[in-house]
């Protein structure tokens, strides 16, 4: 069978859900280009409510596959799946989001079809005939411009925040939805039973629109009661750099950068935080970002929209105290 | 028990320097290091072999010998460096088929390993591609952002790194690990080992000792187009002060760019 022009993404239906409608945006933009239909495929347990909000943004068609196996079904389960619903419908291109689950998938599934994967990508984009996929490397220092080769499906991951997902749009007519069977693997590897969960700090810091980061220059964990409250005046989340993390002042839920969550707020305040690329992996996509650092070399204000050298403990609580006269 | 541990040499990217046409660009005598993640990987590994008697920890790696002898220095019993003028320029995915099939011949001679453990992604690439790529060729399942992995009786039970908090998890079957940073760092060696590591002989496995050919190595699906230096913001805006009116200046600032 030959290859068709679909570009297939992947919305996955746990906590990835809305890194995934975001790949509708993008994902539209090159179906176009290639000339095929944009085709969202959901695998899970039970699909109906993520099949409904896929169909009200924007998607030509869905691919589903349901099966309760999925529950329990580990990273090496999903690659399987996309390998068979691959063989079976030949897309020109799937896109995943850089996700947990994303992240594990895709490097699995492609060493299984033998396929190019442009991992942890920060744009993609149509070049006269091929997708160009740009990717961060050297922590953020250094973009790759680079294709898939061969005529094998290209797979790419992108990271979560990049692209805002398409507003739904519940009048339109749902596409048509092509159910398959393909079961999850009966006996899953074994491994991955959930001995323990712990350190559930309920910060979510992928989906915040603005985030207050703290980090070395905050001086100890009394140093993020401010840190959070100036994240409560402008009603954002906290984040912290891996320094801050290191020194256990801050929970590892907070960190932000390459060892920790991937973020692109609309507005990111780094506070006391020198800027060491790693740190700048994670928020560099940000659309407005406020450095506050004693040091003018920091860094973080190379990468800074609005750059404040001065002390964040004069800073932080004349900006809280504003806030709250301005609010009234 | 036996552990696997295949680590990444990367440049020392402390010795980057900004350019403006790749971004960072490293002079002639910067030195190798062991990548970041590879460290904690090899980390994992020493605490297994301190808390249970006869662990034995192999590192390997790809074309890293300063690399290996870092391992050697700190925690490994030996080392096997993969040299090979075919590995020249391969992708991550070919880099994990070739780890998988140097692990099969160590196996072949000396039996299977309990654990094999990587580095979640290298510093410098980044892609996070080989270490899936070489539990995929074993057929093993892959656990990724792994903290500590600590043997029992007939089992692993290993801490992770989850959204949802840190996750501890059991397996039972060989399984391959991808580590990534915890609340420590990689041990500091001992003078006496760092000598040792510094003269000992490395066995290097080429190719034909690994039985791959120029047909199981060519087949690079990632072709790099250019390296470029990430735009640079347009002229930040400075605001200089600690009091109130640096924050009011501030406040009016994101107020006007419609950030609040």
């Known amino acids: 069978m030959e290859r068709t022009k679909d570009l297939w993404v992947w919305i996955e239906t746990g906590a990835g859900k809305n890194a995934g409608l975001e790949l509708l945006t993008p994902g539209r933009a090159l179906a176009r280009k290639l000339g095929g239909r944009l085709i969202a495929v959901v695998v899970g347990t039970s699909v109906e409510d993520v099949v409904a909000l896929v169909g009200a943004s924007g998607a030509d068609g869905i691919l589903a596959v349901e099966d309760p196996a999925y529950a329990h079904c580990d990273c090496a389960g999903y690659a399987a799946a996309f ?18 689950q994303g992240r594990d998938v895709a490097p699995l599934l492609a060493a299984g079809i033998k396929a190019g994967l442009a991992a942890d990508c920060v744009e993609v984009d149509w070049a006269e005939d091929h997708i160009l996929f740009t990717r961060p490397a050297l922590g953020g220092k250094q973009l790759l411009a680079q294709v898939c080769k061969g005529d094998g499906v290209q797979l790419a991951t992108l990271r979560p925040g990049v692209y805002r997902r398409p507003i739904p749009f519940f009048e339109a007519p749902p596409p048509p939805v092509m159910w398959e069977q393909i079961p999850a693997p009966p006996d899953p590897l074994p491994v991955l039973s959930l001995v323990r969960a712990m350190e559930e700090d309920g910060v979510d810091l992928e989906r915040a629109q603005v985030i207050v980061s703290g980090g070395r220059g905050v001086n100890g964990p009394e140093g993020f009661q401010l840190i959070r409250a100036a994240a409560e005046a402008l009603g954002g989340a906290v984040g912290a750099s891996r ?19 991937t973020v692109a707020p609309r507005l990111y305040l780094a506070c006391g935080i020198s800027g060491a690329m790693q740190h700048l992996a994670g928020m560099s996509g940000s659309e407005v970002i406020v450095a506050i650092n004693r040091d003018p070399r920091a860094p973080i204000f190379q990468v800074a929209d609005y750059a404040v050298e001065g002390d964040l403990f004069g800073v932080l609580p004349a900006l809280v105290e504003e806030l709250k006269l301005r609010r009234g | 028990m036996r552990l696997l541990v295949c680590v990444k040499q990367v440049p020392d990217l402390t010795w980057g320097r900004p350019d403006s046409q790749e971004g960072l660009s490293f002079p002639q005598e910067t030195p190798p290091c062991l990548d970041g993640c590879s460290g904690y990987a090899l980390e994992a590994a020493a605490r297994i072999q301190d808390a249970l008697p006869d662990v034995s920890i192999t590192a390997l790696s790809l074309e890293g010998e300063e690399a290996l002898r870092i391992c050697l220095s700190v925690a490994a019993d030996r080392a096997i460096l993969l040299s090979d003028p075919l590995f020249n320029g391969v992708d991550s995915l070919t880099k994990g088929r070739i780890l998988a099939r140097a692990a099969e011949v160590l196996e072949a001679q000396d039996g299977p390993f309990d654990l094999i453990l990587c580095g979640q992604q290298s510093a410098d690439e980044a892609s996070g591609q080989t270490g899936p790529a070489l539990a995929h060729a074993l057929g093993r399942p892959l656990i990724s952002q792994v903290f500590t992995a600590t043997p029992q009786e007939k089992s692993l039970i290993v801490t992770r790194q989850t959204g949802a908090g840190v996750q501890t998890v059991e397996t039972t079957a060989p399984a391959v690990a991808l580590c990534t940073k915890p609340d420590w760092d990689l041990r500091y060696p001992t003078i006496l080992k760092k000598m040792l590591a510094n003269n000992a002989e490395i066995p290097v ?28 913001k347009e002229g930040s805006v400075r605001i200089s002060g600690s009091g109130a009116d640096a924050a009011r200046e501030l406040l009016s600032l994101l107020e006007q760019a419609r950030a609040l």
């Open chain 1, 243 to 261: 320094a801050a993390v290191d020194l256990g002042w801050i929970s590892h839920a907070h960190q932000v950068g390459q060892t920790g969550k």
């Open chain 2, 205 to 232: 496995l080429s190719a034909r000792e690994l039985s791959l050919s120029g047909s199981d190595v060519e087949d690079s699906r990632i072709q790099v187009l250019r390296r470029f230096a990430p735009r640079q």
């Open chain 1, 83 to 100: 390998q068979t619903l691959i063989q079976r419908h030949r897309p020109a291109a799937l896109l995943l989001a850089a996700t947990e």
